[in-house]
């Protein structure tokens, strides 16, 4: 197969990390016979210093021709304290989001075995989570009208949805439980809000085509707590942007490392793929950023274009390493490895 | 002191636990020379149950001329898969809480220490946990206009704040934090929201009066990590009315037990204090239910009203049932007591 493959490694930690899964892909494309290409772009802070715009016009016109875009991170200490700057790099991320089609956002969170001792939670709450979060990705507050009234005192944001809306993220969620445990939970406010209501009543419809999958609902300040409480009771959760945002921010820590979870993000033309980690800062150039999880989005590139034998010559490496403690600083205090080095083991191993 | 106390017990194990924070608070009459006078009146399914009305008119006529008002819970199964139904019982609450202006919430989290090991997170996480969360609580999407298209296609909420609304609720979280640990954290999310940034401007202008306390911000979706990963960190937490319900009840699983937590939900002229535990209907009428979160909950009154002697013969009198193990069964499973039993050692002990 042939992939043309955008590459936009953003911000502090995002190239580091980056060039190790695209030495991952490299090695996949070796073993298995493919020709993989890699255009990179400018996103993020480094794109505002360079030309003033978050998401330059070459970026977003590289992405739209691409096959997929593997990203890194965004965004850049000197922008935090500053959310009502002008530019900011989140602009860079939302509207590539919006301008691909990128309408869900998926998470997969696991407990793994090896690392569940570094878990806030303690081991029989977490042991057997395997979730699959589909979070909304381009509509509700996020995208809504905004608004401050002219002398500052008033301001709002509109969090607005459509049947249409809802319904294509939920048809894939629920082909995901279709693969998974046959299970899905809408996460909602149907008690309070309008647009929560309209989400229980489109995937209620949505359900009948897939009879097979049990749904059950649960109010979102109810899920905050079950995710702590009993984690392994989830297999798919679905939910709108900012729910999702919160949600899936909250389970990233119950599997002991944030530095392992990859995200895809995907629509009807484009798809994207990024680990869930941020910019990570204090850590740029250090070699001490974990490249796991960029390397297992890589991985969730590769099943989204089926090649599942491929993807999962990623995972095992991952796992491998995992098991023989071949890992960066934040698994391993007594022999930690740089990030290029975990890259290379990897690598190898693929 | 004399007080008029309305008593709105409400669904499901509401009135048992209620009947106990009574017994506590005349106990404390008793020995501390009060007048404490309870009225009680319908609220939640049983008031749509009586009157077609989960606020009835006679109620919030009560509420508005009393003292105090004490909260059960509300909420019945037969209205929870139908969040649609033109009348439920939540419509009671977020009335109450308009009408009476309660535009403050605010729930105290704790770990105590013999509760610790039940805790879904580890000791070392939790230990020294002492959190105070100022929730805004008549605003935003809560409140905000709803909109559903005539074709039922497109639904909406409206989060909306102004500044009188942000500043009032911050003045109360400032002088809380002066009485604690002088820091406050600011939850929102002001890399996306018009309404956030709004926030963290009034904030930061309150913040002027208070120059003691130390300010800080955090994303939501990053709180709800914090709030797992290192709740100690935290003392005073203030934020909007949505994120407010999710990470308070996401705090409300790290003490070990929902079973103790109380809230206290004020404004300028009246003032509600409520278990934060719902009505949990499995339990009605069983004795099992735990009365603490509820006793506490009196405590939070006596102390709004500047009876801090009187607020910890309460709290210390659980802290003796907690330490004695005279406790209901889901803090002992080997020696389980009544929650009438529970209540009365505590009465006793005041
Ligand atoms: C950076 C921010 C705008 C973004 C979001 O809220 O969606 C991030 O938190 C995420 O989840 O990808
Ligand atoms: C019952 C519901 C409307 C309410 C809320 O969301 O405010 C509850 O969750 C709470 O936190 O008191």
Request: aromatic share 6%.
């Given at each position: 197969m042939k992939l043309d493959i955008a590459v936009l490694s953003g911000d502090g930690i995002g190239p580091e990390v980056t060039a190790q899964a695209i030495k991952a892909l490299e090695a996949v494309a070796h073993s298995f016979d493919h020709t993989f290409i890699f255009k990179e772009a400018l996103v993020g802070a480094i794109a505002i210093d360079k030309t003033g715009n978050p998401l330059p016009n070459e970026t977003l016109e590289l992405c739209v021709n691409t096959d997929a875009v593997l990203f890194g991170a965004i965004g850049d200490p000197k922008y935090d304290n500053n959310?009502?700057?002008?530019?900011?790099?989140?602009q860079g991320l939302l509207k590539l989001r919006k301008e691909l089609g990128l309408y869900t956002n998926i998470r997969p969170v696991k407990a793994y075995p090896t690392l569940?001792?570094?878990?806030?939670?303690k081991r029989d709450i977490i042991e057997g989570t395997d979730i699959s979060i589909y979070r909304e990705l381009t509509?509700?507050?996020?995208f809504g009208k905004k608004h401050l009234s002219d002398d500052g005192t008033v301001a709002s944001d509109l969090c607005e949805y459509s049947k249409m809306e809802i319904e294509r993220v939920a048809h894939l969620a629920f082909k995901a439980a279709q693969k998974r445990k046959n299970k899905l939970t809408l996460v909602d406010k149907a008690n309070v809000l309008e647009s929560s209501r309209l989400w229980r009543k489109v995937v209620t419809e949505v359900a009948q085509e897939y009879k097979d999958v049990t749904l059950d609902f649960l109010f979102v300040d109810n899920a905050a707590m079950q995710m702590i409480l009993?984690?392994?009771?989830?297999?798919v959760i679905l939910t709108e942007n900012m729910f999702g945002d919160i949600i899936s921010d909250e389970a990233s820590v119950i599997g002991g490392s944030i530095g392992l979870l990859a995200s895809a993000s995907v629509g009807d033309n484009c798809c994207m793929f990024e680990p869930i980690?941020?910019?990570y800062p204090q850590a740029t150039?250090?070699?001490?950023?974990?490249?796991i999880a960029a390397i297992l989005s890589a991985a969730m590139l590769l099943e989204h274009f089926d090649l599942v034998g491929e993807a999962n010559a990623i995972r095992d490496a991952v796992e491998k390493a995992l098991e023989l403690n071949i890992t960066t600083p934040d698994l391993n205090t007594s022999n930690p490895l740089s990030t290029e080095k975990v890259g290379d083991f990897i690598t190898d191993y693929i």
């Open positions: 959310p009502s700057a002008p530019v900011r790099p989140e569940i001792d570094q878990s806030p939670l509509g509700g507050i996020y009993n984690p392994s009771q989830f297999d980690h941020g910019s150039g250090k070699g001490i950023a974990n490249p």
